[in-house]
C-alpha cells in the first residue's frame, strides 16, 4: 500500500480524494477522475481492498486506510496529504430503512451516526487543505427525493445532506459544493441479500424504472465527474436515477 506524503510528489494535476473508494461508486469515480488526468487518493477501512482498489485505478493512485468515523483520524489524514483540489464523499450507509411505524428510532440515529456525520465531519476537515477553487460532492441516495414507503428514515438521512448543499455553497464560497442522488445501483452494497433475491429486487427495479435497467457505479461516477469538471455548477444535489423517482 503506497502511504507515502502524496504532497512531497506534487504535480500540476489535480488531486482528487475519494472517501469510499475501494468499492462501487466510489471506485468507479477514482477510476474515472484518474482516467481524466486527475491525481487519486482513496480511502477506506479495509486493507486488502484498498490495495485492490490501488491496482484497480492504476499509475499513481494511492491508498489509505481510514475510518471516517474516526474524528482524530480523518484530520490527521487531510494534514498529511497538504493541499488538494476535489474532494468526493461517497461514504456508505445503509441503516433506517423499515417500515415507519415499527422502525427503531436507534436505527435512524445509527443512519446519521454512519453516515450523515461522518460526510460533514470530513467536509469540515478538509477545509484546512482543500483549494479554494476546488470542490466537495457528496452522494446522497434517491430515497431523500421520492416516496417509497420504508425509507422514512434513509430519506431523512440522506436527505440531511442534500439540504445541507446550497447553504455550504454559498457559505464555503469560491469552494464549489454539490452532491450526486443515485437511484438503485448495481454495487457490493446489495450482496448481503441471497444471491437470488439480489436478483429479483435488481429485476424489479430495473422495469420500474422509465431507464428499463438499474444503474451502474460508472453510471454516477459521470456525474460525479461533470460536477467535479464543470466550474458553474455548485449548490445543486443532481439525481441520476434512471427516472425512479418518477414514477
Keep these: 500500500m503506497n502511504t507515502q506524503n502524496v504532497e512531497s510528489t506534487r504535480t500540476e494535476r489535480p488531486h482528487a480524494v475519494v ?3 475501494t468499492s462501487g461508486i466510489g471506485l468507479a469515480t477514482a477510476q474515472r477522475l ?20 490501488r491496482i484497480a485505478i492504476g499509475g499513481d493512485a494511492y491508498a489509505t486506510p481510514l475510518d471516517a468515523s474516526d474524528a482524530d483520524a480523518v484530520k490527521a ?26 422502525l427503531p428510532i436507534d436505527d435512524v440515529l445509527g443512519g446519521f451516526t454512519s453516515k450523515t456525520l ?14 479554494e ?7 446522497t441516495a434517491v430515497s431523500a427525493q421520492m416516496a417509497s414507503p420504508g425509507t422514512a428514515g434513509l430519506a431523512a ?4 445532506i442534500s439540504c445541507a448543499v446550497p447553504t455550504l455553497a454559498v457559505e464555503l464560497r469560491p469552494l464549489r459544493v454539490n452532491a450526486v442522488s443515485p437511484g438503485v445501483v448495481d454495487t457490493p452494497w446489495w450482496d448481503a441479500l441471497p444471491a437470488d ?12 424504472a422509465p431507464a428499463g435497467r438499474v444503474g451502474t457505479p460508472d453510471d454516477i461516477a459521470k456525474t460525479l465527474a461533470f460536477l467535479i469538471d464543470n466550474s458553474f455548477m455548485t449548490g445543486q444535489t443532481v439525481i441520476c436515477d434512471g427516472g425512479l423517482s418518477l414514477v
Design 133 to 139: 477553487r476546488g470542490s466537495i460532492t457528496f452522494v
Design 19 to 21: 472517501m469510499g473508494g
Design 118 to 131: 461522518p460526510h460533514f465531519a470530513c467536509a469540515q476537515a478538509a477545509l484546512g487543505t482543500i483549494r
Design 157 to 160: 438521512v440522506n436527505g440531511a
Design 77 to 102: 489524514f487531510f494534514a498529511h496529504i497538504g493541499p488538494f483540489d476535489h474532494l468526493v464523499l461517497a461514504l456508505g450507509g445503509g441503516k433506517g430503512f423499515g417500515p415507519f411505524r415499527g
Design 34 to 53: 484518474h482516467a481524466s488526468g486527475m491525481r487519486v487518493t482513496v480511502t477506506g477501512r479495509d486493507a486488502a481492498r484498498l490495495d485492490t482498489a
Design 197 to 208: 433475491q439480489r436478483a429479483a429486487a435488481l429485476a424489479g427495479f430495473a422495469e420500474k
